[in-house]
């Protein structure tokens, strides 16, 4: 079932993506192309308040010309690990830090196309950070609370359309009673 890549073309270099179009001998030996999006690995963070509410992030996304709810969430940066993301990520957007910060699962966000990598952690006994980190130049977040009955009504009713934020709610729903 391997692919091997014959000639990868770059295509176009990004200050968040990379593209290329690569060409791979398929494993009759026939030639395909394939696009690839090349993305710095990520994490996302399932946290939760003392009330057993969930933190969620409401933010403008231009490629899918919307507002999207989904939990906090962001880039590793070099030399970073996903624990150490996790931590930074989580001061940075909701100004917390958790005593109690646990990694779920690791997942690709969508290996059709892209190499992006992303660990879902969850972050509990929350309490506010000494010190800010600056924010993302141009990332302007309203940052609320859900329960899980909240946040399982937002997925059906198509509020929340977001696949790791989905994922989230549907292991908190799995591993959690409502009000945990």
Same mark, same amino acid.
């Given at each position: 079932?391997?692919?091997?890549?014959?000639?990868?073309?770059?295509?176009?270099?990004?200050?968040?993506?990379?593209?290329?179009?690569?060409?791979?001998?398929?494993?009759?030996?026939?030639?395909?192309?394939?696009?690839?999006?090349?993305?710095?690995?990520?994490?996302?963070?399932?946290?939760?308040?003392?009330?057993?509410?969930?933190?969620?992030?409401?933010?403008?996304?231009?490629?899918?010309?919307?507002?999207?709810?989904?939990?906090?969430?962001?880039?590793?940066? @070099?030399?970073?690990?996903? %624990?150490? $993301? &996790? *931590?930074?990520?989580?001061?940075? /957007?909701?100004? +917390?830090?958790?005593?109690?910060?646990?990694?779920?699962?690791?997942?690709?966000?969508?290996?059709?196309?892209? @190499?992006?990598?992303?660990? %879902?952690? $969850? &972050? *509990?006994?929350?309490?506010?950070? /000494?010190?800010? +980190?600056?924010?993302?130049?141009?990332?302007?977040?309203?940052?609320?609370?859900?329960?899980?009955?909240?946040?399982?009504?937002?997925?059906? %009713?198509?509020?929340?359309?977001?696949?790791?934020?989905?994922?989230?709610?549907?292991?908190?729903?799995?591993?959690?009673?409502?009000?945990?």
């Amino acid at each position: 079932m391997e692919e091997e890549v014959v000639k990868s073309d770059s295509k176009y270099k990004g200050q968040i993506i990379d593209v290329y179009k690569q060409t791979v001998k398929l494993p009759n030996g026939e030639l395909a192309n394939r696009d690839v999006v090349k993305h710095q690995n990520a994490i996302a963070i399932l946290a939760f308040t003392n009330e057993g509410k969930a933190i969620f992030e409401e933010q403008w996304r231009t490629p899918v010309g919307k507002t999207t709810i989904e939990i906090p969430a962001g880039k590793v940066e @070099d030399g970073e690990t996903y %624990l150490e $993301t &996790a *931590k930074r990520e989580l001061n940075e /957007e909701v100004r +917390l830090q958790s005593a109690d910060i646990k990694k779920v699962a690791g997942f690709y966000s969508s290996p059709g196309f892209a @190499d992006e990598y992303m660990v %879902l952690f $969850t &972050a *509990k006994d929350l309490s506010p950070v /000494e010190t800010k +980190l600056p924010q993302d130049f141009g990332e302007n977040l309203n940052i609320f609370e859900y329960s899980l009955d909240e946040a399982l009504t937002a997925v059906k %009713l198509g509020k929340i359309e977001d696949a790791k934020t989905v994922l989230a709610i549907y292991y908190w729903q799995a591993n959690y009673q409502a009000g945990e």
